[in-house]
Nanobody, 121 residues
């Protein structure tokens, strides 16, 4: 019903930059929040950043000043620009969207398949 397709992960050296992209498609009436989560090996999934359709943003403390989330509501897309990457940013990054489906009764969360980000020299 809903597909979230991510791109942009990869291997980067410490201090480098990457930009993640995610686009939603399917029987979507509306999206009210999109965001990025990440999960490192042996750790719980954590929220990295979210953005509402009104443009309100929220960030994990450890990424403030380094990561910027943005969106294109018309394209149902969300982006995560990451600068000054650190080894501790290494994780699988997941796109998330709260979606109201055609015929639905509420907003529900959907997840992308994940994209690996590795920060290493």
């Amino acid at each position: 019903q809903v597909q979230l397709v991510e791109s942009g992960g990869g291997l980067v050296q410490p201090g480098g930059s990457l930009k993640l992209s995610c686009a939603a498609s399917g029987s979507i009436v509306a999206i009210n929040v999109m965001g990025w989560f990440r999960q490192a090996p042996g750790k719980q999934r954590e929220l990295v950043a979210t953005i509402t359709t009104a443009g309100n943003t929220n960030y994990l403390d450890s990424v403030k000043g380094r990561f910027t989330i943005s969106s294109d509501n018309a394209k149902r897309a969300v982006y995560l620009q990451m600068h000054n990457l650190k080894p501790e940013d290494t994780a699988v990054y997941y796109c998330n969207a709260r979606v109201f489906l055609n015929g639905g009764t509420a907003y529900n969360p959907y997840w992308g398949q994940g994209t690996q980000v590795t920060v290493s020299s």
